[in-house]
């Protein structure tokens, strides 16, 4: 008689010690009385492919990926998403049974899934969405955007030439704006969104004049460190409606857990309260 193998799963990167992710599978395997392990795995840069090659073997069925091998780990990969290759990294590893590995990004669907539980009004087609920032996050925003029928995206970044080539490869409804404007352009948009590190706890404050804040904007920080940010309170001052960024964290969460364990968990408070804590 073959006992079944106890599915594990881990997030990688370097370092990783920082990451809240074994606090939510935690949550998530007990509340559900699930078997299963999520470890941290710190993997040096000279070992990721072997380390990927082997943990299939060794009873991993996944793992989410961090900084520094979002992109990477694209290269390694057997099978590739077309959203993961939209957006240029892959947060999420799926180890199929045929040996194959199939790499996914999901920041999108939970940056989405976050608006849509904490901003219930949020009406995408309602007008443009300004986006802070072109880095991976901010791809992966812009590709979700687009995709839900946000009309328009001003796009500006400290760095324009990393701004225009974001809006190459996303078409003609993405404009940018130099940084220098970046105050200028929230006027008139429906939606706001900054992912970069500014006002993050240890990072330069989010300095873009915050004026043409209007009630009825959706404003919304990937930043959760603080949950709070400057440009989240200045927006509640304003009348907007907010979304901090900690819904991002455990809604990109969903689908691997969903794939790995077997089973699609809740989001909710006391998840909230247990990756806080």
């Known amino acids: 008689m073959t006992l079944a193998r106890i599915p594990l799963a881990a997030v990688i990167g370097a370092p990783v010690a920082h990451s809240r992710s074994p606090r939510l599978?935690?949550?998530?395997?007990?509340?559900?009385?699930?078997?299963?392990?999520?470890i941290p795995m710190e993997v040096p840069a000279d070992k990721l492919e072997e380390t990927l090659r082997l943990l299939p073997d060794l009873g991993f069925v996944g793992l989410n990926v961090t900084i520094p091998y979002k992109e990477r780990v694209m290269q390694i990969a057997d099978v590739v998403s077309d959203r993961a290759t939209l957006i240029g990294a892959a947060n999420t590893l799926i180890f199929q049974q045929d040996g194959r590995i199939h790499a996914d990004n999901t920041d999108g669907y939970g940056f989405i899934e976050n608006l849509r539980q904490n901003g219930p009004d949020w009406q995408p087609e309602a007008g443009p969405a300004v986006v802070f920032g072109a880095g991976g996050a901010a791809r992966a925003v812009i590709a979700s955007?687009?995709?839900?029928?946000?009309?328009?995206?001003?796009?500006?970044?400290?760095?324009?030439?990393?701004?225009?080539?974001?809006?190459?490869d996303f078409g003609n409804r993405v404009e940018v704006h130099d940084w220098v404007q970046a105050g200028n352009i929230i006027e008139d948009c429906a939606t706001v969104v900054n992912t970069t590190s500014l006002g993050m706890?240890?990072?330069?404050?989010?300095?873009?004049?915050?004026?043409?804040?209007?009630p009825g904007m959706l404003v919304t920080d990937l930043v959760y460190t603080p949950l709070r940010t400057r440009l989240l309170r200045t927006a509640e001052e304003q009348g907007c409606t907010t979304v901090d960024g900690l819904g991002m964290l455990l809604h990109q969460a969903v689908p691997g857990f969903e794939r790995w364990f077997g089973m699609r968990p809740d989001v909710d408070e006391s998840i909230r309260a247990a990756v806080l804590r």
């Open 25 to 38: 599978f935690a949550h998530w395997l007990r509340k559900y009385g699930l078997p299963g392990h999520y």
């Open 145 to 168: 955007l687009l995709d839900v029928g946000v009309p328009e995206i001003r796009l500006s970044n400290r760095t324009r030439h990393r701004a225009e080539a974001v809006a190459q």
């Open 201 to 214: 706890a240890g990072k330069p404050e989010f300095r873009v004049p915050l004026d043409a804040l209007e």
